[in-house]
């Protein structure tokens, strides 16, 4: 894992572990549980709570979700009289190429989805997890089932999301309206991160209506900001002050069935403090797509790190066997803040050299990596690329 503070739901079970390694799971208590209350009033209320906070889900008349969020800094995070969680069907015929091509003018066939199918229900209630529970109708063929879930311990809302989807030339989108101002959003790409305006006042800024990114966006102002991230999702948008997450399209050439059939996928919604650099939404996008696995080991499992990294700011992306070098390992780290900073690389293996490389593996005689009392040193500049061979 990424962070070391994490929720594991093997049995409800709240664990720390090491970064890239493996621990033996011990009950623990939260020190900040989670609960459900379920109020009936002029809607369906389901309060999703945390002592510093609430994550409240509002199921209205009309069932769609609106969600107040509420941080340690004590501010709310969506935008009042709005629906956070909003799902909506665009109509989507491009001019050309129907598989490739997503057109501005789709924008204007804005629907939501609002027919319920099942009504929003408890369905787990303890001091690790709470889970709201509801189904929405697309159309005749297509269908929503989704699972609201808060962890404790967790600095994200999860949406777990099944999706029956058997459309023609439709777009499917999700929408959370941010209390958030700024004239730029920021896009995780490979090994970094890309700005662009949420305003279109220009052709070059209207041109970017849709834009395509990784784990996660981020909408930060001084001091505060939201990020929607997701585990397999790549279009994004963010205009004015609402985040946008492009889940399903419905082309129909060259092949008339693509996307057709059942999906599954999870987003989340995280407001934080300060900027997303320092609030660890990069490695909360990487919790969520990389999630601990469950294996069978002894009782007396001790635990144990592979590797860790000093700064923040580094991440280790890749670990692997070298292609043609016995007993040695491929790693590759980034800077991914955008800055200059220095890290040392620890490892409970018994390295005995190391080495840059380049992208083919190939080791650079003349620059060996310093091996320390701390582990290895690295210097990165902004958004920088290193490739080790590590010699066991």
Same mark, same amino acid.
């Given at each position: ?193 890309? +700005? ?86 990069? +490695? ?40 043609? +070098? ?67």
């Amino acid at each position: 894992k990424v962070i070391n503070t994490v929720r594991f739901a093997l049995g409800l079970a709240l664990v720390q572990v090491p970064s890239v390694g493996v621990s033996s799971v011990t009950s623990r208590e939260p020190q900040t549980p989670v609960s459900v209350t379920v109020q009936m009033a002029h809607w369906h209320h389901c309060v999703l709570s945390l002592p510093e906070g609430n994550f409240a889900t509002k199921i209205k008349h009309n069932f769609q979700l609106n969600f107040d969020i509420r941080v340690v800094v004590c501010r709310e995070a969506l935008l009042d009289g709005c629906k956070g969680n909003q799902f909506v069907l665009f109509d989507d015929v491009p001019l050309y190429w129907d598989a490739w091509d997503v057109m501005d003018y789709h924008l204007q066939t804005r629907k939501p989805v609002v027919e319920v199918m099942e009504a929003p229900r408890v369905m787990c209630s303890d001091r690790l997890r709470a889970t709201v529970s509801f189904s929405l109708r697309v159309s005749e063929r297509s269908t929503i089932t989704q699972e609201i879930i808060m962890d404790a311990m967790c600095p994200y809302l999860k949406f777990n999301t099944q999706v029956q989807w058997e459309e023609l030339h439709k777009f499917l989108k999700v929408e959370f309206p941010v209390r958030v101002h700024s004239p730029n959003a920021t896009y995780e790409i490979q090994f970094g991160h890309v +700005q662009r305006p949420t305003h279109r006042n220009t052709s070059w800024d209207w041109a970017r209506f849709e834009v395509w990114g990784h784990k996660w966006a981020d909408l930060s102002e001084h001091n505060f900001g939201v990020a929607l991230l997701n585990d397999c999702k790549y279009g994004y948008s963010v205009y004015r002050n609402t985040m946008t997450l492009s889940l399903l399209r419905a082309p129909k050439a060259p092949d008339a069935h693509a996307d057709m059939g059942t999906h599954q996928f999870t987003y989340a919604i995280m407001p934080h403090a300060g900027c997303f650099q320092d609030s660890s939404v990069i +490695q909360c996008a990487y919790n969520l797509n990389s999630p601990l696995r469950p294996v069978q080991c002894p009782p007396e499992t001790v635990a144990w790190s592979g590797f860790s990294v000093s700064s923040p700011a580094v991440v280790l992306e890749t670990i692997k066997q070298a292609e043609d +070098q016995p007993r040695t390992l491929l790693l590759r780290l980034y800077e991914a803040h955008g800055s200059t900073v220095s890290a040392a690389l620890s490892s409970a293996l018994p390295v005995s050299e190391a080495w840059h490389c380049d992208l083919l593996e190939r080791k650079d005689p003349i620059r060996p990596a310093k091996l320390t009392a701390q582990g290895i040193m690295l210097h990165f500049k902004p958004f920088e690329i290193v490739s080790l061979l590590l010699v066991l």
